[in-house]
């Protein structure tokens, strides 16, 4: 019941903003620092939430995507860019336009491994030419430790050991980073995540 509490909770803007901010930077990092490497124009944000990372994009052609009407909402009055309610794998969705960047912020752990592929095999038609998916998710640590019971706690279903997490992109991406990072306070990691870019096979 305390779970089921936790989920509606999180579906509150406010509330999933509150929670994410002390964490989000760091969360970022490992893409940001990819993403100042490159010349990115247009961004597709997957599963963008109540716009958590648009302010990072507020110079770049920024499209964000999110099942959720009230996070939708919450975003288009925050942020400048486009925010669409939709599910990017309904063809119907975004059908004719491509991105440099196409971004997905913990949103696979949301997801079963069926749902995981479907999603990862339709992002190929939205990417330009040169242009590539960045995935940061969490992962399920393989022995009791304090990031794994917060990976447990996690609203989301599907957190995975690194190991399966890799093993479900390179069925559909060429990759060309993936590594894990801790995220915490000092000197205990409160979650492991795992960043990956690549591009669709």
């Known amino acids: 019941m305390l779970r089921r509490l936790a989920d509606t909770a999180f579906e509150h803007p406010l509330v999933y903003r509150t929670l994410q901010a002390p964490f989000h930077e760091r969360k970022l990092a490992p893409f940001l620092r990819r993403l100042h490497q490159h010349a990115t124009m247009r961004v597709l944000d997957v599963g963008c939430g109540p716009g958590t990372n648009a302010a990072h994009f507020r110079d770049l052609q920024y499209t964000g995507v999110d099942i959720n009407p009230d996070y939708i909402a919450n975003a288009q009055r925050r942020f400048p860019g486009r925010f669409l309610v939709g599910d990017v794998t309904d063809p119907s969705v975004l059908p004719a336009e491509q991105f440099d960047c196409v971004l997905l912020n913990s949103l696979m752990h949301h997801l079963d ?89």
């Open 113 to 201: 491994d069926v749902a995981v592929n479907g999603l990862l095999g339709r992002l190929g038609r939205f990417l330009a030419p040169g242009g590539s998916i960045h995935i940061l998710d969490l992962v399920l640590p393989p022995h009791w430790s304090a990031a794994r019971m917060m990976a447990r706690l996690d609203r989301g279903r599907y957190a995975r050991p690194i190991a399966q997490w890799q093993a479900l992109f390179e069925r559909s991406l060429q990759i060309d980073t993936l590594e894990q990072y801790p995220l915490g306070v000092p000197s205990i990691p409160l979650w492991h995540m795992v960043y990956c870019a690549g591009r669709s096979r």
